[in-house]
């Protein structure tokens, strides 16, 4: 099983980003996708998640209305499209999909928000 980020940088606030994560090993269609995000010195938070045909998405209240996760099945990856980024958004953030009850993480791509 591999995830691979990629999409993270520098941008200014309120401006937006897509994060990508490439996934492969394993049957991407028949999983959950979850994003996660760590800021410096914080625990690690669940920021989204997707079903397996991309019809039900839950996000985290701080993001509410600001980022949308989505998937596409025939090119097993899945996205995070981020708009209206704050300061508080600043974070690395990580791809995950629980795979019969193995938890499986990408490295991180770095998203920072400052002006």
């Known amino acids: 099983v591999q995830l691979v980020e990629s999409g993270g940088g520098l941008v200014q606030p309120g401006g937006s980003l897509r994060l990508s994560c490439a996934a492969s090993?394993?049957?991407?269609?028949?999983?959950?996708m979850r994003w996660y995000r760590q800021a410096p010195g914080k625990k690690r938070e669940l920021v989204a998640s997707i079903d397996t045909a991309g019809g039900n998405t839950n996000y985290a209240d701080p993001v509410l209305g600001r980022f949308t996760i989505s998937r596409d099945n025939a090119k097993n990856t899945a996205y995070l499209q981020m708009n209206s980024l704050k300061p508080d958004d600043t974070a690395v953030y990580y791809c995950h999909a629980r795979i019969w009850s193995t938890d499986y993480w990408g490295q991180g791509t770095q998203v920072t928000v400052s002006s």
């Open positions: 090993g394993f049957t991407f269609s028949s999983f959950f």
